[in-house]
């Protein structure tokens, strides 16, 4: 992982450079989603199931199924029932809802470093006040499509359409998944053992 993560001068949100969310993908640990659903067919679902299988500690949030497990992991009311620091949250709701939980999340002690808003969430009020209180903001992106474009795990699978599905990540030799972000897998493997098993298999 890197290190801490440091709010830079104001973010053009209709583009983000690479190295900005390669920067938040590295860097961040736990991420609470807030939205998810224990539902499998439920696209937060996915997108739950994959960033935890690549190594994240997912914390799922939805006051409909607290109290219930996903994957494992006990779903919680609301971010301050979480009861463990979070890096980021990452918002799986209406836009409408951005705002009241970005107030939420800055009352968190310690504050999350990141805020990210899911594919067809943008709320510019709710982002200039988390970037007025230093956290770094992704709106209208999924950490789930951005994490397997820049490790260009979407386009090695011939994925590469912006949608959310159940599909799991093939495998690469000995249960080790290529990856170029710097992570560890729940599948197994590094991501450097990775790429030298790739460079390997290139030269070989």
């Not at 994957?71 to 979070?86: N, S």
């Not at 690469?172 to 991501?191: H, S």
């Amino acid at each position: 992982m890197g290190g801490p993560l440091t709010r830079g001068p104001h973010m053009d949100h209709d583009s983000y450079p690479d190295s900005y969310i390669r920067g938040i993908l590295n860097t961040v640990k736990t991420i609470a989603m807030v939205g998810a659903s224990e539902k499998t067919n439920r696209p937060s679902y996915f997108a739950f199931k994959y960033l935890h299988e690549r190594g994240y500690t997912m914390i799922p949030v939805n006051p409909g199924q607290a109290g219930h497990e996903m994957l494992g992991r006990k779903i919680y009311a609301k971010l301050a029932d979480v009861p463990e620091p979070i890096d980021m949250v990452d918002i799986f709701r209406a836009p409408q809802y951005a705002l009241p939980i970005v107030e939420e999340a800055l009352a968190l002690k310690p504050r999350p470093q990141v805020i990210w808003m899911q594919l067809g969430v943008r709320n510019d009020e709710a982002a200039r006040l988390a970037e007025a209180n230093g956290l770094k903001v992704v709106m209208n992106r999924c950490p789930k499509i951005e994490y397997g474009r820049l490790s260009s795990e979407i386009a090695w699978m011939g994925v590469n359409t912006r949608t959310i599905t159940a599909k799991k990540a093939q495998l690469f030799g000995r249960g080790i998944q290529r990856m170029a972000l710097n992570r560890v897998t729940m599948a197994g493997g590094a991501t450097d053992a990775a790429q030298r098993a790739s460079r390997a298999e290139d030269t070989g």
